[in-house]
């Protein structure tokens, strides 16, 4: 039986794709072999991605590698070497975007990260020099995504 809890609050992620895959792999109690086996993969294609010889995934194969270890997909995506500047610059859009759909009103807006529902609101208060402003906040039900 596979190990699928949830990952503990105080695991330190892994800053790169191969140190991570090897970190919830042996976090799952899995061999390169069980993994290789969970994901579809070849046994030398996850060493390869261990050794940091593939440094970013493709969309399905993420999907299968994180199955496998039981995270969400965006757990890889975050440490994939080609996603780096991009990611942050999409990110920043897709904050303002959210931002700006909250302050409109909307609510029912799917997480940018796990396409969950986000949960939504608007924060009132007052800038240093004492003027109203409104913020918008939003944080998502199922990961650990929180609009900044
Ligand atoms: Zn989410």
Redesign the pocket.
Same mark, same amino acid.
């Given at each position: 039986m596979r190990q699928t809890k949830p990952l503990p609050q105080t695991l330190q992620l892994a800053p790169t794709l191969a140190r991570r895959v090897h970190q919830l792999r042996e976090f799952r109690n899995m061999t390169v072999r069980d993994l290789a086996r969970w994901s579809r993969f070849t046994a030398a294609r996850i060493e390869d991605i261990e050794a940091g010889l593939e440094t970013w995934l493709s969309a399905t194969d993420r999907q299968l590698l994180a199955k496998a270890l039981a995270v969400e997909p965006a757990l890889l995506h975050e440490v994939e070497a080609r996603s780096g500047l991009e990611t942050t610059r999409e990110q920043q859009a897709q904050a303002q975007y959210l931002s700006r759909a909250v302050l409109e009103g909307a609510r029912d807006l799917p =997480?940018p990260?796990?396409g #969950?529902t986000l949960k939504c609101s608007v924060q009132e208060g007052f800038d240093i020099e004492g003027q109203p402003i409104r913020f918008a906040k939003a944080f =998502?039900l199922?990961?650990p #995504?929180v609009l900044r």
């Open positions: =997480c990260r796990c #969950y =998502c199922k990961c #995504y």
